[in-house]
């Protein structure tokens, strides 16, 4: 089932999130996150932007939201998408249908541009994105630090 965040999903959310900086590098932060910090990045995402989870006998499976690109007004209908599922739910079909519903609600905000950043390698979210209809725009080379190791990133975008 697909629905809306709510405050109570902090500490789930929190669980999958902290597998990825625990163990990946798919996202920069090096520190968990609490479920009061979940809590707050919720209600900042929410009071503009949407923020879908996915829930499946109780238990969720993953997330996606939109954030606001950048800062100046000019880039105001501008996004950038974020997806994240539980390390044992990848491959089910849930990133696509976070995707398209994220897509559905950013159709009616006036949103324009879709950008996606992936720390590279990554070949399941970069598929992702492609299916999505995503263009491979940039790719910037040792950016990141993290477990030792540079990281490149590259930005997908998308035109709705």
């Known amino acids: ?6 405050s109570k999903d902090a500490p789930s959310l929190c669980e999958i999130y902290n597998h990825y900086i625990a163990h990946t590098v798919i996202t920069f932060e090096e520190n968990p996150v609490s479920p009061d910090e979940m809590h707050q990045r919720i209600l900042n995402v929410t009071a503009s932007f949407p923020w ?21 007004s000019a880039y105001r209908n ?3 998408a974020t997806v ?15 995707l398209e519903r994220l897509f559905a609600e950013l159709r009616t905000r006036q949103v324009h541009a879709i950008l996606g950043g992936v720390a590279l390698p990554n070949s ?11 263009q491979k725009v940039g790719h910037l080379k040792e950016v990141g ?3 030792g190791q540079w990281i490149d ?3 997908w975008q998308a035109l709705l």
Do not use: C
């Not at 879908?52 to 606001?68: C, R, S």
């Open 145 to 147: 630090f993290k477990f």
């Open 84 to 98: 994240y599922l539980h390390p044992s739910a990848t491959g089910k079909g849930i990133g696509s249908a976070l």
């Open 78 to 80: 501008s996004v950038e």
């Open 153 to 155: 990133v590259g930005y």
């Open 52 to 72: 879908f989870v996915y829930e499946d006998q109780g238990n969720i499976t993953g997330y996606a939201y939109a954030t606001k690109w950048k800062e100046r």
């Open 124 to 134: 399941a979210s970069v598929a992702l994105l492609e299916k999505f209809g995503f």
């Open 1 to 6: 089932m697909l629905r809306n965040v709510e």
